[in-house]
């Protein structure tokens, strides 16, 4: 497994008074978890999307500590996916609700893409296997397989598994 993002417990100690204790690293309910290549990158990325905050108001209240048990992994590509092109690739992770480089949480939230006729790019997965077909109304469904679900998870970033 190839490391990607690194993990940090993130709170914001002087905007939390109440909460700062010394207790408060091993209750989950106390910190968030925020992701990236290195500290810097992740404080900046969770200061940035705040909508509530300033950035400048949130980086100078911010304290973090690094969480490795919590990092993210990506798999070895499938050898499945080595033969297939971009736009396949697009229709698969699609059908999931996922693009590349997402975090795998366990579950798709949907695994269907539905078009009103046969589409040729998603026959020729149903024909590799990686796709399934059906007919719903007058509509062609299409959903990844179980084999096609593998595949694709390899795309994601994980969890290390625990031992």
């Known amino acids: 497994m190839k490391l990607e993002l690194k993990a940090y417990k993130c709170v914001f100690p002087k905007l939390f008074i109440d909460a700062y204790n010394s ?5 989950d309910k106390q910190f968030e978890l925020i ?11 969770r200061c940035t999307n705040d909508e509530f905050e300033s950035y400048f ?21 499938s050898e499945l996916l080595k033969e297939l092109n971009t736009v396949q690739i697009s229709h ?14 366990g579950d798709f ?7 009103h006729g046969k589409h040729e790019v998603c026959e020729n997965l149903v024909k ?3 796709m399934d077909n059906w007919q719903k109304m007058d509509s062609e ?13 390899t795309l994601l970033l994980t969890a290390k598994p625990q031992e």
């Open 109 to 115: 939230y949907r695994n269907y893409s539905m078009y």
């Open 128 to 130: 590799l296997g990686l």
């Open 35 to 45: 992701y990236g290549l290195n500290q810097k990158e992740a404080v900046k990325k």
């Open 92 to 105: 698969l992770t699609h059908s999931l609700g996922v693009e590349i480089g997402d975090t795998y949480t």
């Open 57 to 77: 108001h949130l980086k100078s209240n911010i304290n973090t500590r690094r969480f490795p048990e919590r990092d993210l992994y990506s798999l070895p590509k």
């Open 23 to 27: 207790y408060m690293w091993q209750d």
């Open 141 to 153: 469904v299409y959903g990844v397989s179980k084999i096609g679900i593998e595949a694709i998870k």
